[in-house]
Nanobody, 116 residues
Framework: VQLQASGGGLVQPGGSLRLSCQAS???????????MGWYRQAPGKQRELVAS???????NHADSVKGRFTISRDNAKRTAYLQMNSLKPEDTAVYYC????????WGQGTQVTVSS
């Protein structure tokens, strides 16, 4: 299983980005049942959970991003998304996607930098 994350970049405070995480090497029925998550790691800090979504579409967002970020998934495309609005400098980090099925897999990370 491989996870390809994309969509990161440099954005000004208050701006928006949409991250995508496409899974390959996994059959549709397994992806559909997997829990997808987005994590982030800022320099000098531990990796933290940003948001997750279950197979039933139940979502969980960290308090620091509630009301600004939204996780979603498209099972037909084997893709998870993270819509990030009202970005703040403290959102600057490398964002990683994660898939939990029988095993756990990580994407390569995509850099998000929020700066004026």
């Amino acid at each position: 299983v491989q996870l390809q994350a994309s969509g990161g970049g440099l954005v000004q405070p208050g701006g928006s980005l949409r991250l995508s995480c496409q899974a390959s090497g996994i059959i549709w029925s397994t992806f559909r049942m997997a829990v997808m998550g987005w994590y982030r790691q800022a320099p000098g800090k531990q990796r933290e959970l940003v948001a997750s979504i279950t197979s039933d579409g139940l979502t969980n967002h960290a308090d620091s991003v509630k009301g600004r970020f939204t996780i979603s998934r498209d099972n037909a495309k084997r893709t998870a998304y993270l819509q990030m609005n009202s970005l703040k400098p403290e959102d600057t980090a490398v964002y990683y996607c994660n898939l939990k099925a029988r095993s756990e897999y990580w994407g390569q990370g995509t850099q998000v930098t929020v700066s004026s």
